[in-house]
DNA sequence: TAATAATTGTGATATACATCACTTTTCTAA
DNA sequence: TTAGAAAAGTGATGTATATCACAATTATTA
């Protein structure tokens, strides 16, 4: 499935990255996830999956930022962007065994492989490991819902607001932020061509409500980004 | 939450339009269900549910289509058309407890509400029902990214198309097919205005793609459609 | 069944944003 | 450290589709 790294082998039990639904494993089922994993890293560019590619092992981020995004020819529309303690594949969990988006790394990135089939028995087995699963499907879909809702109603000032509130609060959770994705990535992300990002970028700087150059941004007047994203 | 109208009991063992979950529950556990559940009816436009109000109970379509939407002042986005042997609700079935969309009934719609407490039991004490949940939850998923990369990626006449193929393959499931969404639903499903559902519907017409007329569609080319859909 | 309202259809016009073309800056690697 | 490539910025232009205005149908209710 994807090219094997370096191996950092440490075990399942004492890792500090933890998920939610992991906690709620036995020290029996803990093992067995152990038996069943690989470590793995890739650099920054690398591809973490392949749309439509046969789906073995469900991907844990352990560190580092990703992007999951569907493609078809030169369209692209970034998912969303995965930050570590997210998993890669639940998404797809049943069904056709197999990718639903494609994952590259954003920056160099630590990742814990599980066998697919050992996920599935913990479903069956433990049903507080299922429960977490359930909520995490919950907050991803409702995440995909309200992004629906944006792109279809917003337009790109609204949406690049969104945008750079979600940088600060959400991936980056600071304010300044340096920023790991590019202007055509941020494009991907609001729907809009990397030069209109440009552009907002100048506008925004211009009327004081961020500044910032290279890659930092710093934002200055978050009220009014929550207003233009509410109210165009 | 929502006004109860006219009582039709019947045992869920004996329930015909069952859900998978619900096909795998133990008969102590159906008649748990049983004794917190309400059967109930809705007339065309009527609301459901209402986005941001408290949910006490999931609701299972028995009969009849339903809108889920978002909404927002004047916005919309049409999630989805949910059709008998649909949950509303589980899409929000752990976090806060609050329907995360509206519901709007398309047409004259039964429900079954199914208490949100039982509900979240019987994912504890049943994991091929929390399996079946996730199962549900998986689909929602792919098909909202898939929804998001489509609005995101093609232009309307693209989005038309698929609408074609959607209402007629799933929604339907027959052709020629008898509308019952208005072209403003057509619209909101695909992001567009309604005057642009006029013209596309003219245009295919005039093109021997589909024919019919009021609230009646044959699809005559959906090799053509097919096309549209995938090169715009 | 007529009267009124709501939905739908269609042409003309407006506009948000993409695209193109080019410059400037930043990154990469020899 | 510099040369070449990639990314980013900016103005000019084009276009898909929304909006507006009004006509024609269809639905609703008195």
Known sequence: MTNTKEYIKINCMDCKVKSKPFQKLTAEQMNKVDEHRTELSFKKGELLSKQGMFMSHVIYIRKGF????????????????????????????????????????????????????????????????????????????????????SLT????????????????????ESNPFQLT?????????????????SRLMSEFKEQGIIKGQGHTIEILDD????????CG
Chains 1, 2 share one sequence.
Do not use: H, W
């Open 223 to 230: 009220i009014r980004l929550d207003t233009i994203c509410k």
């Open 181 to 197: 994705i590019s202007r055509k990535d941020m494009a991907d992300l609001i729907s809009t061509s990397p030069e209109s990002v």
């Open 66 to 149: 990703v992007k999951l995004y569907l493609e078809n020819d030169d369209d692209i529309t970034i998912l969303t962007i995965a930050k570590p303690g997210t998993f890669i594949g639940v998404q797809a969990l049943y069904g056709e065994a197999v990718f639903p988006f494609s994952a590259e790394a954003l920056t160099d990135v630590e990742v814990c492989l599980k066998d697919i089939n050992v996920f599935r028995e913990l479903v069956l087995e433990n049903s507080e490991f299922a429960k977490g699963i359930i909520e995490t499907l919950n907050v991803d879909l409702i995440k995909s819902y309200n992004r629906l809702f």
């Open 153 to 172: 109603t917003k337009q790109i000032n609204g949406r690049f607001s969104e945008l750079l509130l979600y940088m600060s609060n959400v991936l980056y």
